[in-house]
């Protein structure tokens, strides 16, 4: 049976990003599962990027281009990253765990998208509003839900809508043991796994095309501009 | 000037769940908060309830119905509270923090809303979808993201959809204090709660609507009863 | 060959408080590894107890006892559980896994010990000064760490102290799947998880030993009621 | 009146890392605060140091060496790092609040230090056996307790201890803010801040005192090595 209803996502960007430790060409067991919701965006027609972090050079800090604020740093690729994140519809970070956590890497991710969060659309917002974010966790035994908390709350505090079941992933039984491309780990055919990722996957362009084709959120109620004007729109302080 | 293009918010519901482990009538600074963001919903039109789920015997377990899991447990009112959560198309969890962690409450709430997730919708999808989320945290000195992380977390994971800036709360400076409607906090103006509070009480409300308006998310690509089906959309295990 | 130097461990008392959702008699996967560990402490000569939280009425609340807080609490065990957790050296906090979190009754165990914690002993000291504690997590895929991070913290923040490797537990491949004492889940001969059970059961033993016999810690630098009669020892502010 | 019990700490050694993300000579809030507790070490006749990771050139990765794993990899400053944590008793961490997390720079020093962390020392034992761990949060709105729960609970899985009230911090009222330094904060007197700061330096220093003197942990129970070589002292699963 042709699917009838199925949806023109034609118009849609997403750029994954990989925060593994490991610079390319190594193996990343994170891209690994990456590429899997990429396979689905690309054969549905949205155009992406894939890239790795850790292959760029980025400053620490949290301004948008850190060789701005101190002479010690010579060189900082995030105003290059950045353009790509702001040109995508779809933000996919994915990270491996270690001890429990999201890498490094991803976390300095996190601080250089907050480092833009002061700027705002041309309606006023925050300037990833109308954009949806989601995330791909690998390890080999512990932490997806803990590192998935983190990455989709720093995302919708910044702006990003996230639709639901909107983080996937794949770790093995508790304790060291093979990583998700390893033979050994049977991890590429694990059901769970492949439905979260498909799911996922979905669950982002469905959202992200309802939002890009209403033009993303309407003003009313949530422009830092407005409120700044003095607009309060229905808020009232009841409580006095 | 008039808010020409003021959404109609008319047709939304909103459930407003607060996890203070103070039954009623003892004062409890969460409701305080929650009734902010409530009174914006009831202003534009939206039927709004906030209840206590502490009022309520809820029993321990993740089933919908313990009483018929334990012959022990005589009582357990969470199928009265589900169908509220059912007919709702926001929730808003509200908790304080303790220790740096949301109450116990919240967590229980957040077990019982999970014990439904295997329930399906009318087109096969996990029951809460279509459904937006937010919450707010009040406490007297530290964790108000720590709390949003884990309940936005559970929230999505079951199906619910998230809007930007879907967490607000008030927290006063490190350490023991007044908490937030003691008068000695003067928390009632702080500007940063406000405003925060606001613009999620309307993104929820913007998000909510759009979602209704187009029957919540299109089964193509997230139906669980298609997936086991056989039905795999556009996944496909590209690593071998 | 004999262990000569095999520390007597006699002395110390351990309480296990296994925060599982289900009453007694109820099979509890988490009570399966819990009593792994302590069949290693009672055959060290320790007096070890093992109860559920979820068996005992405990009220909602942070107050030592809420019945004296409010009316419409009628009873409040938790007075009669302080009393095993104030006579113990070792506590032993279990769990199982839910969404990733911790249960609501171990959350509702924290708030509880955290209501005690304005309570000083002998010494002027915050009353868990001289103890130890650990934890034990269970889940069929994921969270042990998280869950883990969550409940350390929270008992040495309150005075406990942490010997290294304090946690442990067994979950599975992500995904639902069997307990840990299914026979399906082959967790019994995990060697991670028994090496990782016994290693946190003996140092929490060395570390109790050590704490008991040195009369615990000295008042010098961390009694409550000297620094509020302004004892300060070496405390300077050194940025002004 | 004299303390006639003062301790003699003076055979102990005390790193301090700062993972602010500001190179020196830059202004940091959080070693404003770490200067507080090295001011009590140094006056109690501890050898200190602090230094700022972000001053160092620190390798992606979790291996000992980066530049051994990695060709394109030139320099790794971590094993000059290591050095001197493993020459310290007591390890301290300073960390800034970004979105609620620790810094990327902290999470990179937990995987360089997990990274070693299955080198044994002399005895079969896990390397940081036998040290002892805390932490030192600054922000201006939230998260100490989130960030102290990751921090903590890293070094005692792999071998720290951790004393009664290892944390500490300075945070403002929720939203945006001045900082611990600046002097519209008011951050210098806080006496909570200021007594738990002076309390964690203290149980540092009473229990890594306490280790030193009885040769670190016992080997009965915890050694790697006599595990692998089939040793389970009282371990026995007694689900079988």
Redesign the interface.
Known sequence: MP?L???DFSKLKALYINCT???SP?QSHTA?LM??SR??ME??GVATELLRL?DYDIA???QPDMTKE?D??KKDDWPEVYKKVKAADILVIGTPI????????A??L??RL?AMSAKQNEKGQ?V??GKVGGCIITGNE?????C???L???M????????????C????????GPSY?DEKANA????????N???M???L???AK??KE?GG??T???SVKE?EDGE?????????
């Not at 270690?98 to 890497?105: A, D, K, P, Q, Y």
């Not at 512990?142 to 803990?146: A, Q």
């Not at 919708?156 to 983080?167: F, R, V």
């Open positions: 699917n209803d199925k949806p430790l490991k610079k190594a690994g590429e899997v396979h689905i054969a549905e850790v620490p800090g949290v101190d010690s740093i270690w001890l429990g956590e999201r890498s490094s890497v976390t300095q996190v601080e907050y925050y990833y509003y512990d932490g997806i839900k803990h998935a908390m983190g989709l709350y720093a919708q505090h910044i702006g990003y809508s996230t639709p639901p079941q909107a983080d992933g794949w770790i093995g039984e508790v304790g060291p491309l590429l055919d694990n059901s769970f796994t492949n439905r990722t498909t799911f996957t979905y669950n362009l469905h959202l309802l939002l209403n959120y309407s009313y109620g949530n409120w309060r729109w229905e808020f009232k302080q009841v409580n006095k």
